[in-house]
């Protein structure tokens, strides 16, 4: 395969996976394993960071733009190539890379653990960024592995239980960690600190390595892409170097020309210096992002980035190919806007406790997130994957709609519960906690519509993947849809303190508009794939 040579996808195959029940559920088992191993470090640069953060003390503008630690997930498809293109020396390709991103994550875990954000915030930024690209290289063989092993009849089930896994360990190191390390409450075993918190995840990522060695199903050996190494190596290596020409211009350059454009036109307004700070930081941004793309194109083509633009070539090579990238980066827009600063609206905003937060939006939101889930998937083996993606996708932009009447109505609208204090060991609530019967309403809602939603989602983007380059297009395809979790971080840390909460959430709510128009339009294409045959598992 060169880069001058596209190709289409090739011929699709009879599903190879082993028949049977017993076969099924170590499958399954599997995929809910490693959607778990994939949750946990990400809420640990998301939400749990927020919450450290809010803490601290820190303003939620500098919050929003912390959110851009998780770039890495949305470039993740500039070195997911070279997980097609190279074993590592053990395991076989899948499960060897993922044993090596799981121990780097433990590692990497250990120092932000041992990092003030008060005291080193740089340092804490770059080791969050770290964790982030170790995380995001985790996901690249875990969306491919997860595609490989299972054949087309169990990918909606496949995807629920995955998507069920991931909101488990988002529930553990984004909602219970919020329990323990509530100075109040104090629910953890002695009282736990956020760094204590970082290394029990250390912990558990250790633990997540050993059962990807020992206990994940292997996969058969197929053809790896046709190109060659060295070109691999150069590609990757110009493309980076593309992007550090691109940072260093936004730096440079384009960070105090952007504060010459916008400095006379703020200067008319009545916004704090902080927030004319960050608008004219998040036009650099932009203008950053426009230069450094092109640029890095242009570099793995002169460079002969032979595996990346051949699985790039394989998928624009099928229909609609284009507008799925688009309604991809659009479906979970509206979600990741009310979502990017949902702790500190919670905590700083509506003043809730870091307990009652932890109880309803994980504790409580468990089962809510189980039922959605399953739900989910049970309900796509009678809806089929586009009214799936249509109904729940309305459900989603309906939950954004909640938090606009929380932020309006304020605490107390609703009558609450309370909930006893507890100790089950690995979690102890010291005394009764008293919860909101609108916060409770709202994160229900949430929970359940979210967890649908996704479900679907990953569904579709297994789909739409083929063979010979699973990592490097289902990276490709995923970090499109993280564009709206991570980017938009920034503009909603401005917007929120700029037009205030309840307009935020309509903004969300409207966000969410342009994904249903699209695929309304590409409704005949995305019910093509719902008929297609399985795929073969692929290589490991």
Known sequence: MTASAPAPNPPVLPALAPAGPGWRLWRLAAVLVL???????????????????????????TIGFLSLV??????????????DRFDPPWLGRRRGWLVLTQLLLAGALLLMAGTSP?????????????????SASQDVVIDAYRTDLLPAPERGLGASLSVLGYRLAMILSGGIALIWTDPVNAGGPAGWTWPEVYRLMAGLMVAAAGVSALLLPRLPRLARPESVARHDLIGFAAVLAAAAAGYLLTDRVLGPLSGALLGPLLEQTALAPTLRQRWADLLAL???????????????????????????????????????????????????????????????????????????????????????????????????????LMLFGVLQMASNLGFWWLAVHGQGALPGLTVPAFDWGFLKLAQATPVDGGLLMVIAFENISGGMGTA???????????????????????????????????????????????????????????????????????QALEIAPGTAAADD
Not at 42 to 55: D, F, I, Y
Not at 347 to 352: E, G, I, T
């Open 70 to 83: 998780g770039l890495p997930y949305t470039f993740k498809f500039l070195w997911a190539p070279l997980m």
């Open 286 to 388: 932009l203008l950053g992002i426009a230069i450094t793309l092109p640029l890095g194109a242009w570099a793995a083509r002169v460079a002969r980035f032979e595996t990346l633009l051949g699985g790039m070539a394989s998928y624009f090579a099928q229909p609609g190919a284009w507008a799925f990238l688009g309604f991809i980066v659009l479906y979970k827009l509206g979600d990741a806007f009310a979502g990017s600063l949902m702790t500190p609206f919670l905590l700083k905003a509506m003043a809730f406790g870091s307990a009652e937060v932890g109880v309803v939006n994980k504790v409580i939101g468990l089962w809510l997130t189980i039922g959605g889930a399953l739900l989910g998937g049970a309900l796509m083996l009678r809806l089929g994957l586009w009214r799936a």
């Open 456 to 526: 679907a989602f990953v569904a579709f983007l297994m789909s739409l993947t083929s063979q010979r380059f699973t990592a490097t297009q289902y990276a490709m395809l995923s970090a499109f849809a993280s564009i709206g979790r991570v980017w938009v971080g920034p503009l909603a840390g401005v917007l929120a303190e700029s037009i205030g909460w309840p307009s935020f959430f309509l903004v969300s709510t409207l966000a969410a508009l342009p994904a249903l128009w699209m695929l309304m339009r590409l409704r005949p294409t995305v």
């Open 35 to 61: 959607g778990f191993a994939s949750g946990l470090p990400l809420a640990l640069t998301g939400q749990a960071m927020q919450a450290w953060l809010s803490l601290e003390g820190i303003d939620v503008a």
């Open 118 to 134: 008060k005291d080193s915030m740089r340092l804490y930024a770059l080791l969050a960024v770290a964790i982030a690209f170790l």
